[in-house]
């Protein structure tokens, strides 16, 4: 933790002051002070020695109070519902993924007895499986094209945004932190 305390090289200069011929400070004009009238200078000056005004806040009152408490309540954490639609984006993210390394190493004729594309061809399949027989598959070059795993892509991605937009409409709305 660091520490709070100032420390210097013990030489201490004393703050600048602009003062006109009276000693009194001035703000920053874009006029001279020559410029001007001598009641604009006396707005202006203030004499350096004055310490600045303090004036009383007025004591808050209880419905003061109750609002101020009611605007910076905030609740923390996350509400089940948006954990809820967050697992739906990593299951359809894993789904995308594993369909879309088939469809990979389908075009590019993977060595199925690979242990890699072993795996994942056991774990896509399933998922693949009700749209292969909707349409033909297109060879290209060694490879094939399953256009079954290009649709099953499709629909996943379809069902998850419908699931995750259904999740955000029964959601309660977010609570805000009043400005």
Do not use: C
Not at 30 to 50: F, H, Q
Not at 75 to 88: D, K
Not at 115 to 129: D, E, M, N, R, T
Request: glycine share 6%; net charge positive.
């Amino acid at each position: 933790m660091a520490d709070p305390t100032r420390r210097g090289t013990g030489a201490v200069e004393a703050p600048a002051t602009r003062t006109d011929s009276r000693g009194a400070s001035r703000a920053w004009s874009p006029t001279s002070p020559a410029d001007s009238s001598p009641r604009d200078r006396e707005l202006v000056g203030t004499p350096a020695t004055a310490a600045p005004s303090s004036t009383p806040k007025p004591a808050p009152t209880p419905a003061a109070e109750a609002a101020a408490a009611e605007r910076t309540t905030l609740t923390t954490g996350v509400s089940p519902l948006r954990r809820l639609s967050q697992m739906v984006m990593l299951l359809w993210l894993v789904s995308e993924l594993l369909v879309g390394l088939r469809v990979v190493f389908k075009a590019v004729n993977a060595n199925p007895d690979a242990g890699f594309v072993s795996f994942i061809y056991g774990i896509a399949g399933p998922l693949v499986a009700p749209f292969t027989p909707m349409v033909r598959n297109h060879h290209i070059g060694d490879g094939l094209l399953e256009t079954g795993a290009v649709i099953a892509m499709l629909v996943f991605l379809a069902a998850a945004l419908i699931v995750i937009v259904a999740l955000r409409i029964v959601s309660p709305a977010r609570p805000r932190k009043a400005v």
